[in-house]
């Protein structure tokens, strides 16, 4: 794509207290080979040197805005405050969380798919996850070459086979009409507001999808990835999906035993979580989860499954081993 055509686009990182950070996150978007954007840094009244770090590259770039909320915003409520001041000449928003950075070619390569097909509203590709001083390729579903997949086959994936394609908001680019079209951006009262997004945004379009690593997604942070590890986000997440979403885009066949398969994990998680004394905040967070959904927690039936749970303790006692193994990492011969 020549510099005469590339469409303007707003990247946007929000940050809070990221001065470990966000040197390299914003290096990162000021040495992309696409040149044609602008990037709003947005100060969620941080504490440390971030905003130091952001006015000494804003000194130096243009391009570069910074905005400050006027009070402190959770995460959510900033993600929707950064998502409004993208420009209303942008045709592209990249949304670029501060502990995350892009590869050089990350704009590039994301506009050229959306630009080339009209009908892709979300644009992904592979992710490097960091894990400290190890790494792992994610989103990696799809089959090569695919360009371009139906929003309705993408998530159709997702509510039969738990695939997951667009990741955290670092890892995709959206038309930026979409993200105008729908202020808030991400629905405040949701517990998996970027999953949500996502579901509705590809009702409407199609994904895009470039087959190389082009985001990097910190995961050393310990304390917040085992802290959603430790809630069992992902089952809550499907739960979710499936209540709210599969009676869009399953058919009754496809919906119900789908649905039964995705409870009975969800509410076996719930019963074990009885018996690993899980803290107050797991099971508010799990209330929250199946209110979303449509339903309240079903305190009988969590106690059926932890005595069922209990069962495949005493039972099963290798498989067990195994399970608990696999949470905190551990390997047998």
């Known amino acids: 794509m020549t510099e005469a055509v590339e469409p303007f686009i707003s990247v946007v990182t929000p940050f809070y207290n990221t001065e470990p950070y966000l040197a390299e996150c914003i290096k990162s978007v000021l040495g992309q080979s696409y040149r044609n954007f602008e990037y709003i840094l947005v100060n969620n009244c941080s504490k440390d040197r971030s905003v ?91 089959p090569y070459p695919s360009t371009v997949t139906s929003g309705r086959e993408i998530c159709r994936q997702f509510l039969l086979e738990g695939r997951f394609l667009t990741g955290n908001p670092t890892c995709t680019l959206v038309r930026s009409d979409l993200v105008r079209s729908r202020m808030p951006f991400y629905n405040l009262v949701s517990p998996v507001e970027d999953v949500d997004v ?78 690993s004394r899980q803290p107050a905040k797991f099971w508010e967070f799990h209330r929250q989860a199946l209110a979303w959904s449509g339903k309240d927690l079903q305190v009988l039936r969590v106690a059926a499954y932890a005595f069922l749970a209990l069962l495949t303790l005493v039972l099963n006692p290798l498989d067990t081993l195994t399970r608990i193994s696999r949470k905190f990492g551990i390997r047998f011969p």
């Not at 770090?53 to 910074?66: L, M, S, T, V």
């Open 198 to 275: 996502m579901f509705d945004l590809l009702r409407i379009s199609d994904f895009g999808f470039v087959h190389q690593v082009l985001t990097y997604t910190r995961r050393e942070n310990e304390s917040i990835m085992s802290a959603l590890r430790n809630i069992n986000v992902t089952q809550a997440t499907e739960l979710i999906a499936i209540r709210k979403y599969g009676p869009i885009f399953l058919t009754p066949e496809e919906f119900e035993p789908r649905r039964r398969a995705i409870e009975h994990e969800y509410y076996l998680t719930l019963g074990e979580g009885v018996w």
């Open 52 to 142: 130091a770090i952001a006015e000494e590259f804003a000194r130096r770039d243009p391009r570069i805005h910074i905005v400050h909320t006027t009070s402190f915003l959770t995460q959510t409520e900033n993600l929707n405050y950064s998502a409004a001041q993208i420009s209303p000449d942008s045709v592209y928003c990249k949304i670029l969380q501060a502990d995350d950075f892009m590869f050089p070619g990350c704009l590039a390569q994301m506009v050229g798919v959306a630009h080339a097909n009209p009908s892709v509203g979300v644009v992904g590709a592979y992710t490097l996850l960091g894990w400290k001083e190890r790494g792992a390729i994610y989103l990696d579903g799809l």
